[in-house]
């Protein structure tokens, strides 16, 4: 069965750095796009970014453009989240997901808690 | 950007009780539409994609329909489990966007 665990999240500071990852098994990873997915506490849900199977293509939310970075390794069948110069707006849990069908998601990690906080 | 809005915010319903659910789109999207559950403490769970189809193992109280600007999730007698946040999410242009969500609680 298809699992996403996701990995990486905590406390840091703003202007600061993280990476999340995202461990991938299941299905064949190299055939899917990818895609991260936040939900600030209390909040409702902000796609942020998505990969293409070969790393060809990726796509960035206007909030995270020039800050955030995503990557894949299909050798590890992981994706990646870069996040770098973090502000206390980008606090929430992340999500990785594959994508499906032209935009929607089918399957979702559990989600890791990022706080961005002094 | 495509903006959805969901409607009602809450709603507030007896076990057994059909639900209606809306979601409204700025543009049109044809049946580029998702729908989703969500409990407290988990992940969202897809339920509906391409505006009325099932997803894998959902049940068949859960129906979508609607096309263009005006979806609809209905379920037609809610269980116990069925009682979370359900969020719409289109799929016909980007970047892919969520509507804010209508909570479904139990009277």
């Known amino acids: 069965q298809v699992q996403l665990v996701e990995s990486g999240g905590g406390l840091v500071k703003p202007g600061g750095s993280l990476r999340l990852s995202c461990a991938a098994s299941?299905?064949?990873?190299?055939?899917?796009?990818m895609t991260w997915i936040r939900q600030a506490p209390g909040r409702g849900l902000e796609w942020v970014s998505y990969?293409?199977?070969?790393?060809?293509?990726?796509n960035y939310a206007d909030s995270v453009k020039g800050r955030f970075t995503i990557s894949r390794d299909n050798a590890k069948n992981s994706v990646y989240l870069q996040m770098n110069s973090l502000r206390a707006e980008d606090t929430a849990v992340y999500y990785c997901a594959r994508w499906a069908g032209g935009g929607y998601f089918a399957y979702w990690g559990q989600g890791t808690l990022v706080t961005v906080s002094s | 950007e495509i903006v959805l809005t969901q409607s009602p915010g809450t709603l507030s319903l007896s076990p057994g009780e059909r639900a209606t659910l809306s979601c409204r789109a700025s543009?049109?999207?044809?049946?580029?539409l998702a729908w989703y559950q969500q409990k407290p403490g988990q992940a969202p769970r897809l339920l509906i994609y391409g505006a009325s189809s099932r997803a894998t193992g959902i049940p068949d109280r859960f129906s979508g329909s609607g096309s263009g600007t005006d979806f609809t999730l209905t379920i037609s007698r809610l269980e116990p489990e069925d009682f979370a946040v359900y969020y719409c999410?289109?799929?016909?242009?980007?970047?892919?966007?969520f509507g804010q969500g209508t909570k479904v609680e139990i009277k």
């Open positions: 543009q049109s999207l044809s049946t580029s």
């Open positions: 990969i293409s199977g070969s790393s060809s293509s990726t």
């Open positions: 299941g299905f064949t990873f190299s055939d899917y796009y």
């Open positions: 999410q289109q799929y016909g242009s980007s970047p892919r966007t």
